[in-house]
């Protein structure tokens, strides 16, 4: 039998200011914003629990709660819908967290980055391999989700899994790089945000990661000497002078919804797949193109 640990427990750090958003964000959270008709933390939580999550986490600011709310039971709602009788909408608001699902929730007083949220979550975690999330961005995949992915791969060799995609090269500088090893799917190294010009391989890493607990000390070293932000990609980078750390190229398409382009993208792709929008926004696409005014 496997000795690796079973991953979970998930966090979802979900304190950042969204100000590529704003004014939508100024008191709305970005994983708030619907895609079509649902926020985009309701697709990361289903990710999750797909993928067997037991737990999630929540790192919040202060003007979070409406995700709480959102998970949480909506009493009046929920008899109005009752009495009118529309059992469908009733089904879309009712258990969206199924009852066996743990849901927790930490705040990040300020927003010092992703690493100090990650850290933030630290003693909910323990000593244990956990998930993380970023529910801007979007995956959509034909088969096993992507966090599925990285913890079927965890679970050969209980090694941290980062999920990557293939970037152009101009855009390497917006993002965690790997250098992979020459054969496996190992990474050589880790960093932020390189020159383009320099970077070590086109391969960003993305909203998905399988990380063993030894990231929390990296953190409070990250933490000692950042002067900036607190990137999680750092405390990888020192993760792997101990350990394997491993990348996934996951099957799926990844919409980065925390820019505009890609909220749009996504809004667009997931309505052509309903049945009840597809033809209209098509028609309306269609219309659009040949007047030229797209
Ligand atoms: P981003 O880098 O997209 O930052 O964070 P942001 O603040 O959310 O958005 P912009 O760039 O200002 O538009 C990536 C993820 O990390 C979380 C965010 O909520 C998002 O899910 N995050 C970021 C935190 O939880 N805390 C932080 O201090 C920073």
């Known amino acids: 039998m496997s000795s690796v640990q079973k991953v979970r427990k998930a966090i979802f750090p979900v304190a950042g200011l969204g100000t590529r958003f704003l004014p939508a964000t100024k008191s709305i959270p970005k994983e708030m914003l619907p ?21 999630l986490i929540f790192v919040t600011s202060r003007k979070k709660h409406t995700i709480s709310d959102h998970f949480d039971q909506a009493f009046e709602l929920e008899t109005r819908l009752a009495a009118s009788g529309n059992s469908e909408l009733l089904d879309t ?8 699902i743990t849901r927790a929730e930490v705040p990040q007083i300020e927003p010092l980055g992703l690493g100090h949220a990650v850290n933030c979550a630290r003693e909910l975690v323990g000593d244990e391999p956990c998930a993380i999330i970023l529910a801007d961005d979007l995956i959509k995949s ?7 992915q990285l913890i079927s791969q965890f679970e050969i060799g209980g090694n941290s899994v980062l ?14 790089i790997i250098e992979p090893t020459i054969d496996g799917c190992q990474l050589n190294s880790i960093i932020e945000k390189p020159n383009p010009e320099n970077t070590p391989s086109n391969l960003a890493v993305v909203g998905r990661y399988i990380l063993t607990p030894e990231i929390f000390p990296k953190l409070d070293i990250v933490a000692n000497q950042a002067s900036g932000e607190i990137q999680l990609t750092d405390a990888i980078a020192l993760l792997l002078e101990d350990q394997i750390v491993e990348y996934c190229e996951f099957e799926g398409r990844r919409y980065d919804c925390g820019s505009k382009a890609g909220f749009i993208e996504a809004t667009v792709d997931y309505a052509l797949e309903r049945a009840d929008l597809r033809d209209k926004v098509l028609a309306h696409i269609a219309a659009t193109v040949s007047k030229g005014t797209a």
């Open 35 to 55: 895609i079509v008709d649902k926020p985009l933390i309701q697709y990361a939580v289903e990710e999750a629990i797909a993928a067997g999550i037991e737990t």
């Open 93 to 100: 608001i009712r258990n969206i967290i199924p009852s066996h």
């Open 142 to 148: 034909r088969g096993k989700g992507c966090l599925q």
């Open 163 to 176: 999920a990557v995609q293939r970037v152009a090269d101009e855009d390497t500088g917006r993002y965690g």
